[in-house]
């Protein structure tokens, strides 16, 4: 059985999902593909040479009694009325983070599954899909560093657009801590407060960068995140777990080790396509066999609402200066393990 699949946004990620279904998974076809700009969407067809329509309307595309299920890579403020209509119509989702731009917005979401009374979302939370993050997890569930009581992250781009503003810093960086930190701590978030180290000269005047996020756990955990875009030098994801015996570290991606001319050096990477590409398999696999088995299993939009919630009170913080309260509304039975 082949899942026919829609995607709604064919821009870099939305393109790239295209493709790994088309040339590197299984079970999975695109069958339609839809963009604002129908330009780019009828060039990623041709690039793909795929076998697709090219809707006018992410609606239509949803509503087609060919497409199965739907991508929503479109930009995020999109998301939320798009995964609402694929809910009403009885099809199952892939959402890319964020699942909608506010906490409300999310919440909308996971209201609309209950009352449909069955798991069709999953978000585009692809950390907990890579190796590294999944030994982290081993290791800590293992209980090889005792209790975790500090946790170090840091998320650096080498650049960003200009369109990137500092609640972007959040709402479109952070939240891959906010929700991989959730889940690697098997905890929820207390507080969450915004600093500002010096600027770089490297950013346009009205993006803040560096930012360090700083999260207090419900079990007391301390998070210092920080969030740096214009880095210069790479795409690299840090995080490294202080537990009362022991420190564990993300894994640095698989490079060759390299003895030259004086230096012993190994590559970093500069892609964030390139740094979780098998984690980005993995999960939309992960997907494709959820909807043949009619369980889906990844993260769910009560993930997608958690992580909400907290980018809510970051960007509140990154305003007040404040340290803000996460407050989550009561998790319906509907998502417990
Ligand atoms: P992009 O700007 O390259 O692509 C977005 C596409 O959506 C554009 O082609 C745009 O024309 C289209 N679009 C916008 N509004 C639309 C509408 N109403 N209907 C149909 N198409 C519409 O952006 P990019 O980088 O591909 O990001 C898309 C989404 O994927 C964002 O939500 C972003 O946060 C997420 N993303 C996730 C990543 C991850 O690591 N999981 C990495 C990069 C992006
Ligand atoms: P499980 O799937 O029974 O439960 C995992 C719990 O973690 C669920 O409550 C779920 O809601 C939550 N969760 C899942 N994704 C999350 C996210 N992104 N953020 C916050 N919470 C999240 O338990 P398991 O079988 O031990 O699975 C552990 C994790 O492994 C899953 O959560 C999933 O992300 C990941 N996974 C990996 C693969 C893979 O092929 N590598 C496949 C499926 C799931
Ligand atoms: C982008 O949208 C992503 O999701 C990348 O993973 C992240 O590193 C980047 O900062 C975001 O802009």
């Keep these: 059985m082949t899942i026919r699949i829609g995607v709604i946004g064919t821009g870099a990620i939305g393109a790239d999902h295209a493709r790994r279904i088309t040339q590197t998974l299984s079970g999975g076809r695109v069958v339609a593909v839809n963009d604002v700009n129908r330009a780019q969407a009828e060039a990623v067809v041709a690039r793909l040479g795929l076998d697709a329509k090219v809707y006018d309307n992410g609606h239509e595309l949803i509503q087609a009694d060919d497409v199965d299920a739907v991508l929503v890579t479109s930009w995020g403020p999109t998301h939320e009325e798009f995964v609402l209509s694929a ?69 650096r781009n080498p650049t960003v657009p200009d369109s990137y503003v500092t609640s972007m810093a959040i709402v479109d960086t952070a939240i891959h801590e906010l929700d991989v930190l959730r889940w690697l701590l098997d905890d929820d978030y207390k507080t969450v407060q915004v600093v500002y180290p010096k600027r770089t000269r490297h950013r346009f005047e009205h993006l803040a960068d560096p930012q360090i996020v700083l999260i207090e756990t419900r079990k007391g955990v301390r998070i210092d995140l920080e969030i740096f875009v214009n880095c210069q030098y790479g795409y690299d994801i840090q995080c490294s777990v202080v537990g009362e015996t022991g420190v564990a570290n993300l894994p640095e991606p698989q490079s060759l080790l390299l003895r030259t001319e004086a230096k012993l050096a190994t590559n970093i990477l500069t892609d964030w396509k390139q740094r979780f590409i098998d984690a980005y398999d993995i999960e939309l696999q992960d997907f494709i066999k959820g909807i043949e088995q009619q369980q889906l299993s990844g993260p769910t939009a009560w993930d997608g609402y958690a992580a909400a919630v907290a980018a809510d009170a970051c960007v509140l913080a990154q305003e007040s200066g404040q340290i803000e309260p996460v407050v989550m509304a009561e998790r319906p039975t509907f998502y417990n393990k």
């Design 87 to 155: 809910i009403a119509a009885g099809k199952y989702v892939f959402c890319e983070k964020p699942l909608a731009t506010t906490a409300r917005g999310c919440l909308n979401i996971v209201e609309a599954e209950v009352a449909a009374g069955k798991r069709l979302v999953q978000v585009g939370f692809m950390r907990p899909y890579d190796k590294g993050y999944q030994l982290l997890k081993q290791a800590i569930d293992a209980g090889r560093i005792g209790e975790p009581l500090m946790v170090h992250c840091a998320h």
